[in-house]
């Protein structure tokens, strides 16, 4: 916490380095990132770079300078990382920036809450560096802003269903494209939507509980995890993480498909649907977001680099 207060206290000395044109070149030429982000922890992690000999910055009189140049770059590098995150199927955050849904200076809010690691100098001098990590559910909570949760699809016939725990669909390989003769490898984003078969929704966002959900209180609508998650040497065979997020003994299914402009969607059969929609105890799981997707390991990891 106190990290994070520095940073925000920081933040308006930042803005007038960074608005002046000889900061701003430094900026621009002398400082680089290299970026991370990681669906599995649900954050995005960045180390920042000053080249501080390049930028004409003198030890030890230039230290104070150098740690607000970075914070500065910081703001200002991580953006395009965050405009580039799939919010859903058709869009990305810097599609909701052009479409007015959602601005620039929200972003900056959302990266003034990273933790960082105070800065440290190279062996030789010549460079300082730090490291900055960004949860990713500071976000969720800016697009949760319904009241009231949407119903879950209801049917005249529901069929037996046990009790379970959360939801789990594995997902992790290639899967045909639903309305195109092809496959596609599916890959995560903030919000995806679960169909089934027949293309009723069965889950998606505005499901979600705003209130009690673990959505609300800072984790992700799904839980992304790679296979080695559901393979473990216990009774659950689920790691610790995957137990917090959907139990020891949630309903394991299999996506039969892919949908959407983006592959982010998945379609499971109408049999496991059923399972899902009817009973009241398996719709509290989604309105709790009590559900993990299982995807490839390829996917789950997104560089990013700049300067």
């Not at 994070?4 to 621009?28: E, H």
């Not at 209180?217 to 473990?232: E, K, L, P, T």
């Amino acid at each position: 916490m106190k990290k994070l207060i520095s940073f925000i206290l920081i933040f308006p000395v930042c803005a007038a380095v960074f608005a002046d044109t000889p900061y701003n070149d430094i900026l621009r030429e002398k400082i680089d990132i290299s970026g991370i982000v990681e669906w599995d922890t649900f954050s995005i992690s960045a180390d920042i770079s000053l080249d501080m000999a390049s930028a004409g910055i003198k030890l030890p009189s230039g230290r104070t300078q150098g740690e607000l140049l970075l914070a500065a770059g910081y703001l200002k590098l991580i953006q395009p990382g965050i405009l580039n995150l799939q919010f859903d199927s058709s869009s990305t955050i810097g599609d909701l920036v052009e479409r007015g849904e959602f601005s620039l200076p929200e972003t900056d809010t959302f990266a003034l809450k990273a933790q960082s690691l105070p800065p440290s100098l190279s062996p030789d001098l010549r460079k300082m560096s730090s490291t900055y990590t960004l949860a990713l559910s500071g976000l969720n909570a800016a697009f949760l802003r319904h009241k009231r949760p949407s119903p879950v699809l209801r049917i005249l016939n529901p069929v037996s269903s046990a009790r379970y725990t959360g939801i789990i669909i594995i997902a992790d390989g290639e899967l045909p494209v639903h309305g195109m003769k092809s496959k596609a490898m599916p890959v995560p984003c903030l919000f995806p939507k679960i169909w089934d078969s027949e293309m009723n929704l069965i889950y998606e966002r505005n499901m979600l509980e705003t209130q009690n959900s673990a959505a609300a209180h800072g984790s992700a609508m799904v839980r992304y995890s790679s296979s080695n998650s559901i393979f473990q040497r216990n009774p659950s065979g689920l790691t610790k993480e995957l137990i917090a997020a959907v139990g020891e003994k949630p309903l394991r299914i299999f996506a039969s498909g892919v949908f959407g402009s983006k592959p982010t969607d998945l379609i499971i059969d109408r049999s496991d649907a059923l399972l899902i929609i009817s009973s009241e105890e398996n719709h509290r799981l989604l309105r709790e977001g009590k559900v993990a997707i299982i995807l490839n390991d390829l996917v789950l990891k997104n560089k990013f680099t700049g300067n």
